[in-house]
């Protein structure tokens, strides 16, 4: 008794003779077997394939949000020492210019947050003005025959309360810091001189000039000519005598002129 079989008829379009196929039952289903047991592998691993793909993506995902935020917190860490840096100079300014620097008003600089909008900014420019206002720029370049000293009151022999610098006749007087000229004139014992406030009780004062070149009112920068250096007002030889007071009293301009 011949076995039971499928039979499979291909007829062609042209007509043609039809071809016919038979096939067991048996490796019918073997092949269908196999064909779903493809099927089912192919599913398997797709699936498989896309977690492991969707797996790989989130974990360089991942490692990229990692190496951000690694950035941001060595970036946010280099702010924070920057910052702490700026807090510290601008307490060393206060101190350098005469300021009164409270443990509350450090405390408060300290307790600052680093997240605040424009605290480095401010800061800065505050800074930035403090340092325009300290005299630091000589005002000429020559041999110093007197020094300061605040030895005894203003009518002692020994009281000097700026320094005299011997150069010749002429020789450029400049700005030693940024500021407002608020005396420029003539007087019996300064001679020629002018007087120029910088801000934060800071003045500074130029004396026995042979010529000035500017006037009362005016604004100048740091290194601008104000004057050329004589011989006029009380005065034995061409020199400048060069003034720095805070708060009205006399300092040494040593202790702000930079070497």
């Known amino acids: 008794m011949e076995k039971a079989k499928f039979s ?6 042209d007509m043609k003779k039809t071809r ?10 073997t092949i269908v077997g196999l064909i779903a047991a493809g099927l089912v592998i192919m599913l398997v ?6 977690s492991l793909l969707i797996k790989s993506r989130e974990s360089v995902m991942y490692k990229n949000q990692v190496k951000e935020l690694a950035k941001r917190t060595e970036e946010m860490g280099e702010l924070r020492r920057n910052l702490a840096q700026l807090r510290a100079m601008n307490l060393q300014v ?3 210019l005469g300021l009164v620097v409270t443990p509350q008003d450090s405390l408060a600089m300290l307790q600052a947050r680093v997240e605040e909008p424009g605290i480095a900014q401010e800061l800065q420019s505050e800074q930035a003005s403090m340092l325009r206002a300290i005299p630091t720029f000589w005002p000429v370049r020559g041999f110093i025959t007197k020094k300061f000293s605040a030895a005894g009151n203003e009518k002692a022999s020994l009281f000097h309360a700026g320094i005299d610098i011997a150069v010749d006749r002429g ?13 420029a004139g003539w007087n019996d014992t300064y001679g020629y001189y002018a007087q120029i406030d910088h801000g934060y ?16 009112g005016e604004r100048v920068a740091q290194g601008q000519t104000i004057a050329y250096s004589g011989n ?18 006399p300092v040494d301009p040593l202790k702000y002129l930079l070497q």
Not at 45 to 50: I, R
Not at 236 to 249: E, R
């Open 94 to 96: 206060r101190k350098m």
């Open 232 to 249: 006029t007002g009380k005065s034995s030889a061409p020199h400048l005598h060069f003034q720095v007071t805070q708060n009205n009293i």
């Open 8 to 13: 499979i008829i291909i007829v062609p379009h």
């Open 45 to 50: 691993f797709v699936a498989t394939y896309g």
């Open 20 to 29: 016919t196929f038979r096939i067991p039952y048996a490796l019918f289903y």
């Open 201 to 216: 009780g800071i003045k500074t004062l130029y004396a026995h000039a042979d010529l000035l070149v500017i006037m009362k």
């Open 171 to 183: 020789t450029p007087v400049r700005a030693a810091a940024a500021g407002d000229v608020i005396e």
